[in-house]
């Protein structure tokens, strides 16, 4: 798998998260956004700024170079540093809402989940910051716009089966991602890589301590993959979750949104679910059980992301059949 484009370059700003992963190096300084250009060269005197990878409505990841480990001779100092924008630096629980996704994130120990390296907050700026790994590749959002077709089975299962495997793991762990979407999972050098948990919500008696944060008032999901409960501002569930993977699942096997990126709302009230075929690059085993959770009601999104991993990988289909009578 070749290293993406940067993506700062064409992305629409709507649809950027915070992209734990390094693009190829192009010469020039990086286009950074007014609100994040003043923030120090330099974080917790450790920690220096190189470039840009990627920005969003809530904040901004960077190359980082990591000056202790270069000290003692790492042949690897370089971490991926996220940082809040300036506007939510300066609210109340700005420090908090950071910590709370690493927490939360560190909670999740899978290979296909990113891993977070530690918590820090610069004390001359008062400025808090996630480190993790630094990766290579593409998102899913680049991939799509490569292969504007679809994937054939073959490379959809290879894609699919780790990033099924890895939500039905969070949710296993009591965690909802909470924005599902293509620019949110990476194929790296070391497979697929779900990120990016900063409007994820864990249940009750998970990760005690956690401050409570109430990430709806963010309004910061993804239009085309967010469910209609989440839009309707209902408590966050797994099956959200379930419909964004879908989404997502769909667009890999066919090229295409399945509701043409539109608000699931709308999709839902222009009916445009009657519409929906099956893909051609899907096996026809694999689509009663898409099509389910693709559903707009989420009482008739009666399935898991296990469930999906289950028939994709062919392990058993006993649940589907049962379910099926």
């Not at 064409?10 to 390094?22: H, I, K, N, P």
């Not at 989404?247 to 699931?264: K, M, N, Q, T």
């Not at 559903?295 to 649940?319: C, E, N, P, Y």
Request: glycine residues 6%; proline residues 6%.
């Amino acid at each position: 798998m070749t290293d993406a484009a940067h993506p700062g370059d064409d992305a629409s700003d709507g649809d950027l998260t915070y992209l734990a992963f390094a693009p190829p190096h192009r010469p020039g300084p990086a286009a950074v956004p007014s609100s994040l250009a003043a923030m120090h060269d330099v974080l917790a005197s450790r920690y220096r700024i190189e470039r840009l990878l990627g920005a969003g409505g809530m904040g901004a990841v960077y190359r980082a170079r990591d000056l202790l480990a270069e000290q003692y001779e790492d042949p690897h100092p370089y971490v991926a540093l996220k940082v809040l924008n300036e506007v939510f630096s300066k609210t109340p629980d700005a420090s908090a809402l950071l910590y709370s996704e690493f927490r939360l994130t560190q909670h999740l120990r899978h290979d296909h989940v990113l891993r977070l390296y530690a918590f820090h907050v610069d004390t001359s700026s008062q400025r808090a910051f996630i480190t993790m790994e630094l990766l290579h590749g593409m998102t899913l959002d680049q991939l799509l716009c490569e292969r504007p077709l679809g994937l054939p089975w073959k490379e959809l299962r290879e894609i699919v089966l780790p990033l099924l495997d890895a939500l039905a793991y969070v949710h296993a762990r009591g965690v909802v991602h909470g924005d599902m979407k293509p620019s949110n999972v990476m194929l790296t050098e070391e497979g697929v890589r779900l990120f990016d948990f900063g409007l994820s919500r864990v249940e009750e008696g998970v990760l005690p301590g956690l401050p409570h944060l109430n990430r709806e008032r963010f309004a910061a999901w993804t239009p085309g993959y967010a469910a209609p409960e989440s839009l309707e501002g209902q408590r966050l569930s797994a099956s959200a979750d379930v419909y964004g993977v879908a989404c997502l699942i769909y667009e890999l096997a066919s090229g295409r949104h399945p509701f043409r990126r539109l608000l699931s709302t709308q999709a839902r009230d222009e009916q445009l679910d009657r519409a929906l075929h099956a893909p051609d690059n899907l096996p026809k085993r694999c689509w009663p059980a898409l099509r389910r959770a693709l559903a707009f009601d989420v009482a008739a999104r009666t399935v898991t992301a296990g469930q999906l991993r289950d028939v994709f990988s062919i392990r058993s289909l006993r649940w589907w059949q049962g379910s099926s009578r």
